[in-house]
C-alpha cells in the first residue's frame, strides 16, 4: 500500500493534551501523554485489504527511561509493551515500527502506556 500519515492531535486522545512546546513536530501539534498508566491515543486508519501492516509511530521521548506502550488493533492487543526508548531530548524524533494484523477497512489503532510514567510525545503514525 501507499503510506499515509495520521497526525495523532487529530485522533481520539484520552488522557492527554496537544501541545506544541516542544520543536519538529508534523501538523499542528503533538500528543503529550499524562503520565500515567492507561494514557491512550487512538486512530482510526483505513485499510485497502485484509492482511499485515506496518506500523510506524514518531516519537519523542527526552528522558533517560523507557516508555513502554501496548498497540491494540480493533481492541486486541497485537504488541505488548513496545518499547519507546530514550530519545536524545523533547526536540528530537524517532520512528518506532510494529507489524500488526488488519482487517479490510477502518482499524483502530490504539497505543496505551503501560507505566505510570505515561507514554512518549506522539506526533503521527504512518502505515504502510
Ligand atoms: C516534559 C515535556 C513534555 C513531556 C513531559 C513528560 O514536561 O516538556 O513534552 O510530555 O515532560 O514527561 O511526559
Do not use: C
Amino acid at each position: 500500500g501507499s503510506l499515509a500519515r495520521y497526525e495523532a492531535e487529530n485522533a481520539t486522545i484520552s488522557q492527554g493534551t496537544v501541545a506544541t512546546n516542544h520543536l519538529g513536530y508534523s501538523g499542528t501539534g503533538f500528543v503529550d501523554y499524562t503520565n500515567v498508566s492507561g494514557s491512550f491515543v487512538e486512530w482510526s486508519v483505513s485499510m485497502p485489504a485484509a492482511g499485515t501492516a506496518k506500523v510506524t509511530f514518531r516519537v519523542a521521548n527526552g528522558t533517560t527511561t523507557n516508555r513502554p506502550m501496548d498497540i491494540t488493533v480493533n481492541g486486541t492487543v497485537v504488541a505488548a509493551g513496545v518499547a519507546f526508548n530514550p530519545t536524545a531530548n523533547w526536540d528530537t524524533w524517532q520512528d518506532v515500527t510494529v507489524t500488526v494484523p488488519a482487517t479490510a477497512g477502518i482499524n483502530t489503532i490504539r497505543a496505551t502506556a503501560t507505566t505510570a510514567d505515561g507514554g512518549p510525545n506522539v506526533d503521527y503514525l504512518t502505515i504502510l
